[in-house]
């Protein structure tokens, strides 16, 4: 259950230097280092599995800070052990990337600050098909409110699955929820992130081996428009 792990009381509580040493040392005689050390957190990948999109972003945004948020104790033990491994096998690299056990549908604002993340990533959520626990969906109209409020104006969430009704939903809870809109077409092509949403993890992986087909919802985070 939750009380078997620790939630920080708000995210001022979050320690950094036990999640990004390098950019956020516990000893002070050593100095801070990179761009990302005057930074927060600004993407978080929510029940990040194995941790394969972290992997993948991490080269690829080398100074962002970023997190996945995983509720199995031994899966976000594997993400530490595979963090860690990465980092003594490639000497100053994947420093920004690391990972909590939480339950994201519970803890959100314990960890994020109003409008401080760019990037919110929801792959492969597990379906819940039964109507009566489509209220344990990842993504609702309660729980994009939340993701509303720690996203900046401009931010992006990227949603993917190979279950079409899942898909189906995910994209209609964003079309109506008023403080995100959907990102053309070309612009989802040049970004960079998308050909990893299919890609970098594992879940995306075998649904690809499989031949299996995905459906993405990518929407903008936009200020709120006055009637
Ligand atoms: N995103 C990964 C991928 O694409 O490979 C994992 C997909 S897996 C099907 C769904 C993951 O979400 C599981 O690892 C599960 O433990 C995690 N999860 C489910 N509910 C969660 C919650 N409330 N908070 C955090 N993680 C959760």
């Known amino acids: 259950s939750d009380s078997h792990f620790p939630v920080p009381i ?21 100095g801070r280092q990179g761009d990302a050390a005057a930074s927060r ?3 978080a990948d929510v029940g990040c599995g194995f941790g394969g999109l972290l992997v993948g972003l991490s080269t690829l945004f080398p100074d962002t800070l970023m997190i996945g948020m995983e509720l199995r104790d031994k899966v976000t033990e ?18 920004n990337i690391s990972v909590v056990r ?11 600050r ?3 993340l760019s990037k919110m990533f929801f792959l492969f959520p597990d379906p819940h098909f039964k109507e ?10 309660q729980l994009l409110d939340e993701y509303a409020y720690v996203m900046e ?3 992006i969430i990227y949603t993917i699955t190979d279950v079409e009704e899942l898909g189906e939903w995910m994209r209609s809870c964003l079309e109506k929820h008023p403080l995100f809109e ?46």
């Open 10 to 30: 708000s995210p001022d509580e979050v320690d950094l230097s036990q999640h990004y040493p390098r950019y956020f040392p516990s000893d002070e005689g050593e």
């Open 132 to 141: 009566k626990n489509h209220r344990r969906r990842v993504i609702s109209m």
């Open 41 to 43: 957190i600004r993407f």
């Open 78 to 95: 594997y993400v530490k052990e595979r963090i860690l491994a990465l980092r003594a096998s490639n000497p100053g690299q994947y420093d």
């Open 114 to 116: 109003k409008a401080q």
């Open 153 to 155: 104006v401009g931010g």
């Open 182 to 227: 959907a990102i053309p077409e070309e612009e989802i092509k040049a970004d960079p992130v998308v050909k990893l949403l299919s890609t970098a993890t594992e879940e995306g992986q075998k649904v690809a081996r499989n031949g299996g087909q995905t459906f993405q919802a990518i929407f903008r985070r936009i200020p709120l428009q006055e009637e």
């Open 102 to 112: 939480t339950n994201s549908m519970k803890y959100i604002p314990n960890y994020f």
